[in-house]
C-alpha cells in the first residue's frame, strides 16, 4: 500500500522528469496493490500535472485499487485539470467502476 497527498505525488513526478527516474517513479505508483491519494484536486494543476494525473488514473485503472479522498466531488475535478478532455477521461476511468 502506499498513501500520499495528490499534491505530493505530482511534486514526486515533477522532481522526477528533472532528474530522469520519471519513469522508474510513475512505475512504482503504477505497481503497488493499493494506492491512496489524500486531498486530491485542491489546487489546480498545470499542464504537465495534469498529464500526470491523467497518466496515474489510466495506469492505475488496469493495475490495481485506488483510494482517492477530496473536498471536490468527482464532477468538479474537472475544473482542477488543464485540459478538459484529458480530465473527463480520466474521470471517466476512476469513477466508471468507483464506489462512493
Known amino acids: 500500500m502506499l498513501a500520499l497527498r495528490g499534491d505530493q505525488m505530482l511534486k514526486t513526478l515533477r522532481h522526477a522528469k528533472l532528474d530522469n527516474t520519471y519513469e522508474a517513479e510513475l512505475r512504482k505508483l503504477i505497481a503497488v496493490d493499493l494506492m491512496l491519494v489524500d486531498d486530491f ?12 494525473a491523467y497518466e496515474i488514473f489510466t495506469e492505475r485503472h488496469r493495475a490495481g485499487s485506488m483510494i482517492v479522498t477530496s473536498n471536490r466531488g468527482p464532477d468538479e475535478w474537472r475544473a482542477t485539470f488543464a485540459d478538459p478532455m484529458r480530465a473527463q477521461s480520466a474521470i471517466d476511468r476512476f469513477s466508471g467502476n468507483a464506489y462512493d
Open 41 to 52: 484536486g485542491l489546487d489546480a494543476m498545470d499542464a504537465a500535472e495534469s498529464r500526470d
